[in-house]
């Protein structure tokens, strides 16, 4: 069981990583990439991560960056295929601000800052669990169905134990999905208050 629970991860983070090579690519070319050919992309990238190769190294490409990221939530996951294999709207600026506060008071807490360790409640708690369906079903009602299928995917990885860990945390959040939630919201504040300066730089009286 646990040889299956790690091939999978290994296949897991080799479409991630061919996913994320395919995104990088997109963002440096103005005209933007075909379908079929960021699918086949994906497809030749996740062999090169997924079989060891040669190249001196004893272990698959893909071994080696989860020896560094460790295993990426399903939320995460999900979000990098969908942006990149199908075609989707940016996930909204209310999910994503929703994820930075939430960030902001688990990892420290998280950490040991404080008598409350949040991260306990992941195993097996009916709370985090009642909570999270209901964050799922937020995002439904403000029109983000992607949302509720990527959380619902998650809750039901972790329930099948899809990863080697057994905490609902590792499934629905993770330190590089917190990363760019935080630092995509600095920079929508960042770019309004630019607007908003510029804005009133033009129709200043005189």
Not at 72 to 91: A, I, K, M, N
Not at 162 to 170: A, G, K
Request: a positive charge; glycine letters at 8%; proline letters at 5%.
């Amino acid at each position: 069981m646990m040889q299956w629970m790690q091939t999978y991860s290994l296949l897991e983070l080799s479409i991630t990583s061919s996913v994320v090579i395919v995104w990088l690519a997109q963002t440096s070319v103005s005209k933007p990439l075909a379908m079929p050919i960021k699918w086949f992309s994906v497809l030749l990238l996740t062999n090169l991560f997924f079989w060891p190769m040669g190249l001196s190294l004893e272990l698959p490409l893909a071994a080696y960056v989860r020896g560094v990221t460790g295993d990426l939530s399903v939320v995460l996951t999900l979000l990098l295929w969908s942006s990149v294999l199908l075609p989707s709207r940016p996930v909204p600026l209310g999910f994503r601000f929703a994820l930075s506060g939430i960030a902001i008071l688990f990892y420290p807490l998280a950490l040991g800052l404080g008598m409350l360790d949040p991260y306990a409640w992941g195993y097996g708690s009916i709370g985090l669990l009642l909570a999270i369906v209901f964050f799922a079903l937020v995002c439904g009602l403000l029109g983000w169905t992607k949302g509720v299928w990527i959380i619902a995917f998650a809750i039901v990885a972790w329930a099948g134990h899809w990863h080697e860990s057994t905490n609902l945390w590792d499934y629905v959040l993770d330190p590089l999905l917190c990363l760019w939630a935080l630092i995509t919201c600095i920079q929508v504040l960042l770019r309004k208050r630019r607007d908003k300066a510029r804005s009133g730089y033009l129709f200043r009286p005189g």
